[in-house]
């Protein structure tokens, strides 16, 4: 597999040509959607005043407010459209491609819905979950599988209006790991004792009913960033062995962002929360930004760099 | 209510909390040496084989052979006590690792399928003990705290309660396996 620094060279070279040809298009876009933006939002104000004239309520104003923003970005969707399909083919495509040929990338879809439910990193199901950016393959003969997802639980307030709430809002991945067990481990990001401190952070941890028994793990850099729930104690330290705390520490370090892991069902599951849609192309600064080029090749690397990083591809004699 | 009858539930509940989670932290060390234990029957299990397999070819190991076979037996032993079996466990990790490092200059012994077998399932059951060992540990740190900690110790003296040991993790345990070298 390619390293960072390759992939960087990969996306400046093999595909300058492109990259320089969706800039063309890129920079019509951007005059088109500020020219469409204008006008739209001087028909939203002149609608505005006029209405304000008639009737005046704090719900009309949050209705107009509402409409305007939700309408903008149907017409954005749309106005972007074409130059995002043309960017995933010919710059995500690519690279994925180059980090590993046999992967196959689909835009449109992303991992199935049981695999998220099944992980048990959140205790409640989604009411919508929704991704694209599907990523599947093998890495060194390890089944992989990532995407983007976006997943939505429903809210009634006492007016009986539904809104949905943000449960979780990035990367997915899910892999094989390379030992055999039965029950299921979850590590998430350690909010309770890095807000409250280790007694009551602890004691609270220890009381989460929603979760299997809390294992306190033997490696105190480990413990402060995560808290370890599982069915089982010794399988879980059966799976985290201090190697593989560490790789995930380090993992967790490259990631930069909250970090939320499980073992069930024979695999690891990865989410990683961005807090936004990703592998989508920049519209207001140059794609041959170094920083916009390193996300989306930091990204990449990140999710297809967990089968060598956390050594998934060395399995124990059992798993042989 | 009169006060002091409030006073009176007040004090049997919190006697209640207490006793009971020095029961559960009891419990739960024994639980988990339950299952320390059968990883460590699993491993005098594979012991016979690995002898009979090995001894023909190892003349100078004679003697760790030996004293792997009196192990396990001790081991097999009824009624041994639980720092009995910590203290064998240890002997036969560094006996057997003693082994293992020695068939390396046996190049017949590497090459043959049924000792790579063994070497792969007894790497397999360490990694089982070690996790269940880890376990144990923090189960016995919990509850020697509560042995040791206010409110708790009262209750625990009163109960009669001693410290338990914990197993010694040797240092090469501690250190990264590289898995690769193994089956190298």
Known sequence: MKNKSELTDFYYKKLFGTLQKLEIDRKQLRSRIITIGFFYTFIAVVLFFTLLDKFFNVEMLVFLGFGYFSLGALVYKFLVKDYTHEFKHSIIRPLIHALDKNLKYTPSLHVPQRYFTRSKIFTQAPDKLSGNDYVKGTIDGIPIQFSDIHAQKRHRDSKGRTSYKTMFQGLFVVSEFNKHFHGSTVILPDVAVSTFGDFIGGFLQSKNLSRDQLVKMDSPAFEKEFVVYSSDQVEARYILSHTLMQQLLNYKKRSKHPLFISFTSKNIHLAIEYNKDLFEPSVFHSLLKYKVAMEYIATLHLAIGIVQELKLNQKLWSKQ | ?184
């Open chain 2, 1 to 184: 209510m009169s006060t002091p009858l409030i006073i009176l539930i007040a004090v049997i509940l919190i006697l209640v909390l207490l006793y009971n989670s020095l029961i559960s932290k009891k419990n739960q060390v024994e639980n988990i040496f339950a299952s320390v234990d059968t990883q460590l029957k699993k491993r005098y299990d594979l012991i016979p084989n690995l002898i009979s397999s090995v001894s023909k070819y190892m003349e100078h190991e004679k003697g760790i052979l030996e004293d792997i076979t009196k192990l396990r037996a001790e081991a097999n032993k009824p009624n041994i006590s639980d720092e009995q079996k910590i203290a064998l466990d240890a002997k036969m990790s560094s006996a057997l690792g003693s082994i293992m490092i020695a068939v390396e200059n046996y190049p017949d012994l590497k090459a043959n399928e049924n000792v790579m077998h063994l070497q792969h399932s007894l790497n397999e059951v360490e990694e089982q003990i070690s996790a269940a060992r880890r376990a144990y540990n923090q189960a016995v740190t919990d509850y020697n705290n509560a042995l040791e900690q206010i409110p708790t110790n009262f209750m625990a003296s009163a109960m009669n309660y001693s410290k338990k040991d914990v197993f010694a993790i040797s240092e090469i345990e501690r250190k990264n396996v590289n898995v690769k070298e193994l089956f190298n």
